[in-house]
């Protein structure tokens, strides 16, 4: 957390010297529950890595949810932030625990430059450009679908909100879960997993094949039932 609550300190500093922000993680933060007065912005298809603390097992994800809720006190000139960083599970262990995401330095200052522009927009009523919300462009390549079950804000319908940073990629969002990228992976969100891509489309194959087969048999069925 200190890595975010630096670069907002530095960064809200050059947004608005004279105001005093301060950022703080909320486990109990949710979506679209918000005090009078205080102001949410979602970011999706953030890119983080997660590191399991039963097994060690590692991997990264490209569909990191981050929810911030802001409030500014315009009389006394401060601001507060409130953020809740989704966590997911560990697909190698029975009984896995929820771990929480470690961002890069880079992509902790891509999320916050989305951050000031929302503050600027909402708490300040500043007219704000939607283009101007970086997409956060993920250079490693992942593989393999989003595993929404592992998921803590899928869990709790996060996916589905309003995409406030990606509107127009947004307007054709599916669940990854259920069908594999179409696009290379580096642009949506998918996870590193080797071989899970792969196990998708066997198991479509063999469904498709099971359904083809079913379908040949009521038909000859049928057929034969009514001569
Ligand atoms: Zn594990
Ligand atoms: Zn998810």
């Known amino acids: 957390m200190e890595i975010w609550q630096q670069t907002f300190a530095q960064k809200i500093g050059q947004v608005k010297p004279g105001d005093k922000w301060t950022l703080k ?10 005090d009078p007065g205080w102001k949410q912005f979602l970011q999706h298809h953030a890119f983080a890595r997660f590191q ?39 697909k190698r262990c029975l009984v896995p625990q929820l771990e929480p995401p470690e961002f890069s330095q880079e992509d902790v200052e891509k999320v916050l ?41 899928c869990r709790l319908g996060i996916c589905y909100l309003k995409n406030e940073a990606q509107e127009p990629a947004n307007t054709f969002f599916r669940p990854a879960s259920l069908f594999p990228p179409i696009i290379p992976a580096h ?33 000859v069925l049928v057929y034969f039932l009514t001569r």
């Open 113 to 153: 430059d989305n951050l000031m522009l929302k503050i600027r927009g909402k708490c300040y009523r500043e007219p704000i450009n939607p283009n101007d919300l970086s997409k956060i462009v993920v250079e490693d390549q992942t593989t393999g679908p989003h595993e929404s079950a592992r998921c803590e804000a």
């Open 52 to 90: 399991c603390s039963q097994c060690w097992h590692s991997w990264h994800s490209a569909q990191v949810h981050i929810l911030f809720h802001m409030h500014l006190d315009r009389k006394q000139r401060r601001g507060r932030v409130r953020v809740r960083l989704f966590r997911q599970e560990c």
């Open 187 to 219: 642009q949506e969100g998918s996870e590193e997993e080797t071989g899970s891509s792969c196990d998708w489309w066997r198991c479509c194959f063999f469904t498709c094949c099971l359904v083809i087969l079913l379908a040949v048999i009521i038909f």
């Open 25 to 34: 993680e909320d486990y109990n933060l949710q979506s679209n529950d918000l």
